[in-house]
């Protein structure tokens, strides 16, 4: 009976964190200019990528090359939205809002609070790659077939990608509890190093020799592939390419339980310098 109770405490404090969330999500915009942006958004931001390609390779748009970078690129959203979205949760709380200091005396777990918070940022940025896919598929002649793909694979795939980039969030969130708010500039270059170096832009195989023993510890670079072989049916990149779909699986488990780990142990470091020098209330005022 206390355990049942535990959880559906829990579960009704990721709910009230979500729908906070979305409340501060969604309520800058009338809700027909909210979903136009939401829609516009990720075909825009996909049409930049496409661009370049087509000017790099001179208008050649039908490779396995360009589908593959494509669908990696449609998912690779999702680690800007998670890793970025938490860790600026408490700059937010802290700077803007000033209530992270009643955030932490309040009977909630911080944990449950960061991944309800962000929970609205999943949920947009999900739709936003069922938006890509479909107008990679209808507008750019990507073979994505409705039919085709491994839903289960994907499935599995989303569950871990999702643990294991909000544990890469919570681990920002953590170094953002010791900053001034511009550490924002960071979380975007690990963002920026996890783009180059997963597998998303490109090839493993490209990378530097020094750089490809880091790109395959990392498990956004195995979700990437997993991802992309869900949907396409095949590896459209070199590096990966000799594992099977099982395999990837595999190795994503084991890094991204390591990764979740990792994250609590960094964020109660982090914790314990902010409580002892008292920056749950820290304003930097510029």
Known sequence: MAVGKSILRSLRQLYYSAWLGWQMEANWAHPFEFITYSLLKPICHVLILVFIYLAVKSGDAKTGQFFGMYVGNSFFIFVNAIMLGTGQIIHEDREHFRVLKYIYCSPQS??????????????????????????????????????????????????????????????????????????????????GLFYLASGTLFPLTVLPGWLQPVARIIPITYWIEVTRRAVLGASQFEGLENFTSGELVGILVVTTLATMAASIFFYRAMEKIALDHGYLDRVTHY
């Not at 739709?127 to 409705?146: C, E, H, K, N, W």
């Not at 980039?165 to 170094?175: C, D, K, R, S």
């Open 110 to 191: 911080i944990y449950l609070y960061l991944s309800g918070r962000t929970a609205t940022k999943i949920i947009l940025t999900a739709v936003s790659t069922i938006i890509m896919l479909i107008f990679g598929r209808y507008a750019l002649g990507i073979p994505i077939s409705l039919f085709a793909i491994n839903y289960p694979l994907l499935l599995i795939a989303l569950i871990l990608g999702i643990l294991g980039m909000l544990a890469f969030g919570i681990m920002v969130a953590g170094f953002f509890l010791v900053t001034a708010r511009h550490g924002g500039v960071l979380s975007g270059g690990i963002a």
